[in-house]
């Protein structure tokens, strides 16, 4: 924003453009910023049904809008870049209790991060992990908000696995509601992975006494789930709601079972090119290893996001078989690269900091 007004004498406009990569939601915030959830800038039409496109992401920047005009959008974006910062630092800190380790981690992330796609072409490097700006970035609404539920979901999940032996609080089981909610309201793919790493970390946690916990604990679960619900209606009624022609120009198509079929086995052979089954035969070899060879808590903290990683390998095959309309396929492979990434990088950060 400073380089564009004071260097290239950008107005306020032009800077904005510049600076907001996706431009295309101007129009579904000016919409929202009037209270209009229809989808057609054209006067001439009437809309009565909302637009199918993500609804809850975009409030802030209609309110920051509405009040602040253009430059309101600006502060947004910053004020929501230092909340991701400050979330990623958070979930470090408490993998690693400590301060020193989460701050140096999350420097050199954004560093790397910024050194890689600006003054780099690291095309070796995108093939692995893929855009890691798609997710530590600032565009609207993904990442800057999306990955602020992702971070924090993370934050709940990890404090899911410290109490879940112990006695998991209404509180804690009310944010992890709350960010899975977000998560759905935002990005679905994040939610699917979200969701499934939960489980699998319930079950791996608590093994043969699984179906135990879940009878004694059963108000517990209802609770989770009802505000699950609760967080996830505007979702659920947008998509009961959803202009259907808008959806489709969004990208949403119909997926029968032969489909459902040609995706599962496209994506299996995917699964065995060179880059990506190195890749994860790298994560599942280092995973064994540093379970054999560290047994200790903050091991077990950093397993959670290799789990994520298993769990976005899983997720594209549950969700085209229970899934009758699909849209973006490619985000799972995205998500796969980043949780892969992700998981290495607190892996290498805990080896480096025990050794020395």
């Not at 530590?136 to 979901?153: A, E, K, N, Q, V």
């Not at 022609?245 to 995917?270: C, N, P, T, V, W």
Request: hydrophobic fraction near 60%; charged fraction near 15%.
């Amino acid at each position: 924003w400073i380089i564009g007004h004071a260097i290239y004498d950008f107005n306020l406009n032009v800077n904005l453009i510049t600076n907001f990569d996706d431009i295309q939601y101007f129009p579904l915030i000016f919409n929202l910023s009037n209270l209009d959830f229809g989808q057609s800038y054209i006067e001439s039409i009437s809309q009565v049904k909302i637009f199918a496109a993500p609804i809850t992401p975009l409030i802030l920047h209609a309110i920051f809008f509405k009040f602040g005009s253009l430059v309101g959008l600006i502060i947004l974006e910053i004020i929501l870049q230092v909340a991701l910062l400050i979330l990623l630092f958070k979930v470090i800190e408490k993998v690693f209790n400590s301060k020193e380790i989460s701050f140096l981690f999350c420097f050199i992330i954004f560093g790397l991060v910024i050194f890689i796609y600006y003054f780099l072409n690291a095309n070796l490097f995108r093939s692995i992990f893929g855009n890691l700006e798609g997710f530590f970035g600032s565009r609207t609404p993904r990442p800057i908000f999306s990955s602020l539920f992702l971070f924090l979901f993370f934050y709940s999940a990890l404090i899911f696995r410290e109490k879940i032996n112990n006695d998991i609080k209404l509180k804690d089981l009310l944010l992890l509601s709350f960010s899975l909610g977000m998560l759905i309201n935002s990005f679905i793919f994040y939610f699917l992975n979200s969701f499934i790493l939960i489980l699998i970390l319930f079950f791996i946690i608590k093994k043969k006494q699984s179906i135990n916990f879940i009878i004694s604990n059963i108000k517990k679960i209802l609770f989770f789930s009802f505000f699950l619900i609760i967080f996830s209606s505007p979702f659920i009624l947008q998509f009961i709601f959803k202009e259907e022609d808008h959806a489709i120009r969004m990208g949403l198509f119909s997926i029968d079972f032969e489909q459902k079929i040609f995706f599962i086995k496209q994506y299996i052979f995917k699964l065995f090119r060179p880059e990506v089954i190195s890749t994860i035969l790298l994560c599942l070899f280092i995973f064994l290893l540093s379970n054999f060879k560290f047994k200790n808590n903050d091991i077990d903290k950093i397993n959670l996001f290799f789990y994520f990683f298993i769990s976005s390998i899983i997720s594209p095959v549950i969700f085209v078989l229970c899934t009758t309309k699909a849209i973006s396929l490619n985000h799972f492979i995205s998500i796969a690269q980043f949780a892969a990434f992700f998981y290495l990088a607190c892996l290498f950060t805990f080896v480096f900091f025990k050794i020395s």
